[in-house]
């Protein structure tokens, strides 16, 4: 499942990295958790949380529909 995290991660972010963030892949458990590590503008952004829930979280559960939650670290 990782590497289709992954994959799926890679198609989203030239969207962060449009507004000069972007984001590191930590760790896809077992259970469906993807754990991501916010850089750049996102790292310090205050809808961060906004923008990772309905965005990249959203997205990753249609595209690998084992993803249950992305969390940030």
Do not use: H, I, W, Y
Request: hydrophobic share 40%; glycine share 8%.
């Amino acid at each position: 499942m990782k590497e289709e995290v992954e994959k799926a991660l890679n198609e989203l972010r030239p969207f962060l990295q449009a507004d000069g963030g972007d984001l590191e892949l930590v760790e896809v458990t077992e259970d469906g958790v993807v754990k991501v590590r916010l850089t750049g503008a996102c790292g310090s952004c205050p809808f961060s949380q906004m923008t990772l829930k309905m965005g990249v979280e959203q997205a990753l559960k249609k595209m690998v529909p084992s993803v249950k939650e992305v969390v940030a670290l």
